[in-house]
Structure formats: C-alpha cells, structure tokens
C-alpha cells in the first residue's frame, strides 16, 4: 500500500487494537505505507487520539527513534553504519560507493524519489560489518559492483537484483509491543525479549 488517507490509517490502528503498547509497531506501519518514509503530522495527531496517549508522547517516540522521521523521504532509506566496528572494517568505503552508485550524498534523495542515504548509529550487526540496513532488511555489500548493483534494483524497481545481497531481515522483531515507562516513551521491551544487544534506540542511554 503506497499512499494514505483517513481510513487507510485508521485501518493500520485497527489492526494494532489500538493499543498504545503498539506504538512502535503501529508508527513504523503508517510510515511504511506512506509511500514518502515518514510520519506526517495529521497521522501522528490521529495515532494520539486512537491509542488515548497524548500527542506529546508519539512526538517523543518519533524523535526518539532513528528509524522515523517527521519529514518526507525516498521510497527507501538505506543507513549506513558509522559505529566503530563498521568505520574500521569499511563504512567509509561502503558510503563512497553507494554516493558514488546513487548519484546523492549523504542526507540526500535520488531525482526519482527511491533512495534516501543516510548514516545511522550501531545497528547491532558487527559481525557481518560494515552494516547497511534498507527499511528492515540487512544487506552485505562488499564492493563497488555490489553497490551498483543495489542502485540498479531501486532505480529499475526490481528487488530481486538486490536478493543475492539480502543477508537479514528485521521485521517481525520491530513489530512486538513495547512497554511504555515513567522515565520515557521509548519504553522497554517485554520480558524475555533478547533484542537488547541490537540497534541503538532499544534501550534510552543510562537506562538498559
């Protein structure tokens, strides 16, 4: 689904229960669907009022977390790791060649809307750095044809010139509840969840 309007969201909190301890879950689903990578305002204000949390608290998690974002971006936002392990094992060199294959910088969208590049902090992938995730899909690009090649799924819209590169994929982890805290409405995660070793914004800093 690429585009939303009233119903649209309203159907994705639906599906949540309108549970506020879907917020997460429910926000990353309204800016998959929007088409643009983001979370538009009106649809923040109305996640608010469906799940009877103020509008304060969806502002907070939305700044929060690295993987939203409050303004439009490419189809697709690939982050590029700048941890140290990634940075030592060749970030530097990853983001080069994909500035190099996308045509953008860093920060920028490529002329037809696909790609987004940004830089991101751990992403919890040290093992097969340097790290790039695309949405929720991990990917392994090593060389400069690697890179071309990724660029070429995104501009001729063919994910399966970029499968080969495809080594994880993070959805269904994204996707539990939360449990939302005093101290901030990033929250925690349910007992006996073991993500606590992964992506930067799971856990608040000072507060794991």
């Not at 926000?27 to 929007?34: G, P, V």
């Not at 939305?62 to 982050?79: I, N, T």
């Not at 093992?127 to 995104?154: C, I, W």
Request: proline share 7%; charged share 25%; glycine share 10%.
């Amino acid at each position: 689904m690429i585009g939303l309007d009233e119903k649209a969201v309203r159907d994705i909190l639906d599906g949540h229960r309108n549970d506020p301890q879907q917020i997460i879950a429910a926000l990353l689903d309204i800016q998959e669907a929007s088409g643009t990578s983001h979370v538009e305002r009106r649809w923040a204000a109305l996640t608010a009022g469906a799940l009877n949390v103020p509008d304060s608290r969806v502002h907070e998690v939305l700044s929060f977390y690295s993987m939203f974002s409050e303004k439009p971006r490419g189809r697709h936002v690939a982050e590029v790791c700048q941890s140290s392990p990634c940075l030592f094992s060749g970030g530097r060199e990853l983001m080069g060649w994909l500035r190099e294959a996308l045509g953008i910088e860093e920060g920028e969208t490529t002329p037809d809307g696909e790609v987004t590049l940004e830089v991101s902090g751990c992403c919890g992938r040290c093992a097969g750095s340097p790290a790039l995730m695309v949405g929720e899909e991990a990917y392994t690009v090593g060389s400069e044809e690697d890179a071309r090649t990724l660029a070429a799924s995104f501009r001729e819209k063919n994910p399966g010139m970029r499968r080969p590169l495809l080594c994880e994929k993070w959805r269904s982890s994204w996707r539990a509840p939360t449990v939302l805290t005093p101290w901030t409405s990033a929250g925690t995660f349910p007992e006996g969840d073991t993500r606590g070793s992964g992506r930067p914004w799971e856990w608040p800093p000072g507060k794991s």
